[in-house]
């Protein structure tokens, strides 16, 4: 992909495991523009500082990397310009967070599209689709749930592209994601 292929603002979903991360960094990796990773996960254990290192050293030092796990939209404001391309990895370690700070997620989600839709270079946007296994036992799962596919849903609206990765396949959701459906 080039950059003149590269969309404005591309979301892509997928849920564990799917390969959803490795495609995303294959679309940032091809539109020949300045790279920079946006890392919402933080390193609160062993396990999870191992699986950052594992990226940082899969992406190599050709990339810049910020470390966010609440203010994505401030860093996109600053880093989202012409000559670079950004990768947000991921949505949902960022809506973790703002719950475990009890952030406000409505406000910053509205607030993070309006953003998106303003941006002023690429950027791709890494999410899990976790609505569709069980449904969570507890509330705050359930609650959780919710709102990471209501931030799927409005981040979907303001991306130009939309795909879906499963076992490493991607599809193309958006463009062309409403079919004509006759009954």
């Known amino acids: 992909m080039t950059h003149k292929d590269t969309s404005r603002a591309t979301l892509v979903l997928g849920g564990a495991?799917?390969?959803?991360?490795?495609?995303?960094?294959?679309?940032?990796?091809g539109a020949g523009l300045d790279k920079i990773y946006i890392a919402t996960g933080a390193a609160f254990d062993a396990e999870m500082e191992s699986r950052i290192d594992a990226h940082r050293n899969q992406r190599g030092p050709s990339w810049k990397t910020i470390e966010e796990q609440?203010?994505?939209?401030?860093?996109?404001?600053?880093?989202?310009?012409p000559n670079t391309v950004v990768l947000v990895d991921c949505l949902t370690l960022w809506l973790s967070n703002l719950y475990f700070a009890e952030r406000d997620v409505v406000a910053e989600t509205a607030h993070l599209c309006e953003v998106v839709a303003s941006l002023q270079g690429p950027c791709v946007f890494v999410s899990n689709e976790v609505g569709m296994g069980i449904v969570p036992e507890n509330r705050l799962s359930r609650s959780f749930r919710d709102a990471q596919g209501r931030l799927n849903q409005d981040m979907a609206k303001v991306c130009e592209t939309v795909?879906?990765?499963?076992?490493g396949l991607p599809m193309i959701l958006k463009p062309n994601s409403q079919p004509d459906i006759k009954l």
Do not use: N
């Open 163 to 167: 795909v879906f990765v499963a076992a």
């Open 17 to 29: 495991r799917s390969g959803k991360s490795r495609f995303a960094e294959h679309i940032v990796a």
């Open 70 to 81: 609440t203010d994505l939209s401030s860093v996109l404001q600053r880093e989202c310009l």
